[in-house]
């Protein structure tokens, strides 16, 4: 069945499916029990993750409403795709759930509950997808961390996809250098360590805060520590190999000359159709522009 399964949701447009099963959760133990799949649906077996590419140059014009509109849309395919398979996994005669992609009303919330209901991410390290990066994300062979998730779970017991052999995270640094808010930081010596796994201290309430105003400014998400990971085989793909010496300058640049032309195509599409980071936050319609408040 599972070949049937990866087939299917290859044919929807899936970029990467694995499957994890539900004992890798008490097995790593790194996921309180309130938060793993047999918690949340008892009959689970196994957890079928499916992810979604954020192709590299709309995420180099981060923040923009182009990037705004690539997130969304890749959140909403994945929820489409979950939802697809579990019904189709049902007209199997396989019961099958799913929680969807971003399981948040507002950032207001998620500051005073910084958590969601079930991490993905999780699912994809279990599932053979990924590894945890530095900055926190799951880094992916295919797309480095340019790739979201989602989880459906099944009581069928699939064969489970093997973890991936070694961490994929070079230790740049470049994460935790490039964000604009100082949101993660880890000491140079944390980078050297022998460690298997190392992430950055992650002040998620930084975080949230310059999504809030990115938000507010009709260009979230941030996404900055995701654009200039160097990890991924899309960056072959798209001649992006070796860009970070021009990321890093990207700040000092643009405070100097905000029409440096290195960065003119990036900085064009910011120009238009969102609020330049500079203003105050506008204030809301009198009649009522439309909310779109979204997730980080
Ligand atoms: S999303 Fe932006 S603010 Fe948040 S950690 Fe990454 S670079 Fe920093
Ligand atoms: S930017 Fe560098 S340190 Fe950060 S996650 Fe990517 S490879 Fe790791």
């Known amino acids: 069945m599972k070949e049937e399964i990866v087939r299917y949701l290859r044919d929807q447009g899936a970029d990467l499916v694995g499957v994890a099963p539900v004992e890798a959760w008490a097995e790593k133990g790194r996921v309180p029990e309130a938060y793993r799949p047999g918690s949340l649906w008892a009959p689970a077996r196994s957890v079928i993750v499916i992810g979604l590419q954020m192709p590299l140059p709309l995420v180099e014009t981060t923040p923009s409403v182009q990037h705004m509109e690539l997130y969304r849309t890749c959140n909403r395919r994945l929820d489409d795709l979950a939802f697809d398979l579990t019904r189709w996994l049902n007209r199997r005669n396989a019961a099958a759930f799913f929680l969807s992609r971003d399981g948040y009303a507002s950032l207001d919330i998620l500051l005073e509950r910084p958590a969601a209901a079930f991490a993905h991410n999780f699912a994809?390290?279990?599932?053979?997808?990924?590894?945890?990066?530095?900055?926190?994300a799951i880094l992916t062979p295919e797309f480095g961390p340019r790739v979201r998730f989602v989880s459906v779970f099944t009581e069928v017991p699939l064969p489970p996809d093997p973890p991936l052999p070694e961490n994929l995270c070079i230790r740049c640094g470049a994460c935790a250098t490039c964000c604009p808010v100082a949101a993660l930081t880890i000491p140079k010596e944390r980078l050297r360590s022998e460690e298997p796994v190392v992430v950055a201290d992650y002040d998620k309430r930084l975080c949230t805060e310059r999504h809030?105003?990115?938000v507010k400014k009709r260009c979230y998400p941030c996404g900055i520590c995701v654009k200039v990971c160097p990890v991924g085989d899309d960056r072959r793909l798209y001649g992006r190999e070796n860009v970070l010496p021009h990321y890093l300058r990207e700040a000092d640049a643009l405070a100097r000359d905000p029409d440096d032309p290195s960065y003119r195509a990036w900085t064009h599409v910011r120009r238009h159709g969102s609020w330049p980071l500079d203003d105050e936050p506008p204030q809301p319609t009198a009649g009522g522009e439309r909310r779109r408040e979204e997730k980080p």
């Open 124 to 136: 994809a390290e279990y599932a053979g997808l990924g590894t945890v990066g530095v900055n926190h």
């Open 212 to 214: 809030k105003l990115l």
